[in-house]
């Protein structure tokens, strides 16, 4: 089934499918289950790298959910830039009790602009970022445990 943009999706089974532009490339993998998830190549290639040189792949996790600021309807998106001067960065949708993010006092509503002094815009960017942080810590030789500061 072709679905705008130039991507083919494939109609799959319950172990997902890659998915297909118009010029044959890989872009991504779909997870057919109920939530039906997107991951993108950039982010499959970063778990390969990390998996194939250190036999896992280590993320921090915040435990946040976040939604893009442009991709929230346009109203949110014009009084956020409106009000707060901000147009591209996460908003914070959830925030997981007892999370890295809830003790460092991050809370819902709030809008994620930089981590590590790099601006975040998408939630793929944020994911891209967790794991660069992580591969950069094991190429240094630092061990699984190591910790990892994250500004937000």
Not at 106 to 134: F, M, P, Y
Request: hydrophobic share 40%; aromatic share 8%.
């Amino acid at each position: 089934m072709w679905r705008g943009k130039g991507v083919y999706i494939p109609r799959c089974d319950d172990d997902g499918e890659p998915v297909i532009d118009f010029d044959g490339k890989v872009v991504g993998m779909i997870n057919c289950s109920e939530s039906g998830s997107f991951v993108p190549s950039s982010i499959l290639n970063n778990c390969m790298y990390l998996w194939r040189n250190f036999g896992c792949i280590p993320r921090p996790h915040l435990g946040l959910q976040c939604e893009a600021l442009k991709f929230l309807d346009p109203i949110h998106a014009e009084y956020i830039w409106r009000k707060l001067n901000i147009d591209d960065g996460l908003v914070v949708k959830e925030v997981s009790i007892r999370s890295h993010a809830e003790k460092v006092g991050i809370r819902v509503g709030d809008i994620i602009e930089c981590i590590d002094g790099e601006r975040i815009s998408t939630t793929i960017e944020l994911e891209n970022k967790l794991l660069s942080i992580c591969m950069g810590t094991f190429d240094r030789g630092n061990d699984i445990n190591a910790k990892v500061d994250v500004s937000v």
